[in-house]
């Protein structure tokens, strides 16, 4: 069984930073796309950033320049590290993996989601 863990979430005042971490685990072959997602209340669930297998990533315009994805493929693992946290900023994150497991099935998985909330 292949599954996604979070962790990293939590209450951080505005300027502030935190840094979400999400693990896949189980039989995993290789994985192709990484992802963080946010869903504010009342709002429907956003891209925040995502990063290919090559590296290549792509950021909400909200949070260019503040927030930086990055993977560490050996670990299965993706970050997102925010910085200048904004009240905006406050949703629940979800990460999201493409990855193909060891039966040979591609699984689109998401994390159980973390609070982040910002107080000014």
């Known amino acids: 069984q292949v599954q996604l863990v979070e962790s990293g979430g939590g209450l951080v005042q505005a300027g502030g930073s935190l840094r979400l971490s999400c693990a896949a685990s189980?039989?995993?072959?290789?994985?192709?796309?990484m992802g963080w997602y946010r869903q504010a209340p009342g709002k429907q669930r956003g891209l925040v950033a995502s990063?290919?297998?090559?590296?290549?990533?792509n950021y909400a315009d909200s949070v260019k320049g503040r927030f930086t994805i990055s993977r560490d493929s050996t670990k299965k693992t993706v970050y997102l590290q925010m910085n200048s946290l904004k009240p905006e900023d406050t949703a629940v994150y979800y990460c999201?993996?493409?990855?193909?497991?060891?039966?040979?099935?591609?699984?689109?998985?998401w994390g159980q989601g973390t609070q982040v909330t910002v107080v000014s």
């Open positions: 189980g039989r995993i072959f290789s994985i192709n796309a």
């Open positions: 999201n993996q493409v990855l193909r497991a060891s039966d040979g099935f591609n699984y689109n998985l």
């Open positions: 990063i290919a297998s090559d590296g290549t990533t």
